[in-house]
């Protein structure tokens, strides 16, 4: 079974601190790597999505760091803010099966405190 | 805006009943997809949809079957339900193709007593 490994589990930063997520994934069998931030009580939503040829993707605060070769994918934070407290998936798309699935990581539980 | 509508926030139900969790989509997407959520196991695909009466197994389907009668509708049946399926349940749909953006409703808790 293909997997994304995700860490840390939770996740505590200061106002104004940056927030690091780190994922790895086990093959070379993923064409799409996306992140997803879900706000209690709501569900998951798309963030942000890389694209294993580019090596970094940034979207205002936030940035997504890809190494190809080793096979692990971040999310940044920059100047983490209160209202980024939520769970973070991040979710690769396998190259078969139609891209019509994502497997995603176990999440990491972020908590901006001020 | 895609809108992801899921029949009930909370459901408590008794081991051994017959569940049925309600998953609309307004925006004619052809894929359907079941999630359940537990903590430090993340997002795990229960089962998805590509088409009306069409499904695929996901990563767990033992426990659980689908239906989709119609294109915006898609339901999740617990045949008969047990505490280890106590369990926050997501539904979530996309675009047919190679969309990697899948739209979320908002959960039903589901607790199993």
């Known amino acids: 079974q293909q997997q994304v490994k995700q860490s840390p589990q939770s996740l505590i930063v200061q106002k104004g601190g940056i927030s690091i997520i780190n994922c790895a994934y086990e093959?070379?069998?993923?064409?799409?790597f996306p992140w997803y931030q879900q706000f209690p009580g709501k569900g998951p939503a798309l963030l942000i999505a890389?694209?294993?040829?580019?090596s970094e993707k940034k979207e205002g605060r936030f940035t997504i760091s890809f190494n190809k070769s080793a096979k692990q994918f971040s999310l940044h934070i920059m100047d983490s803010q209160p209202g980024d407290s939520a769970t973070y998936f991040c979710?690769?798309?396998?190259?078969?099966?139609?891209?019509?699935?994502?497997?995603f990581g176990t999440g990491t539980q972020l908590k901006v405190e001020l | 805006d895609v809108k992801v509508t899921q029949s009930s926030r909370y459901l408590v139900k008794r081991t051994g009943e017959k569940v049925f969790l309600e998953c609309v989509q307004d925006m004619d997407h052809e894929n359907m997809f079941w999630y359940r959520q537990d903590p430090g196991l993340g997002l795990r695909l229960i089962y998805f949809s590509y088409d009306v009466k069409m499904k695929e197994k996901g990563d767990i389907p033992e426990g659980y079957s689908v239906s989709r009668e119609k294109k915006e509708r898609f339901s999740l049946i617990l045949e008969s339900a047990s505490t280890n399926q106590t369990s926050m349940y997501l539904c979530?749909?996309?675009?047919?193709?190679?969309?990697?953006?899948?739209?979320f409703g908002p959960g039903t808790r589901l607790t199993v007593t």
């Open positions: 890389i694209r294993p040829d580019v």
């Open positions: 979710a690769a798309r396998p190259v078969t099966g139609g891209g019509n699935k994502l497997t």
């Open positions: 979530a749909s996309k675009v047919g193709g190679r969309s990697y953006e899948q739209y």
């Open positions: 093959n070379t069998a993923f064409d799409y």
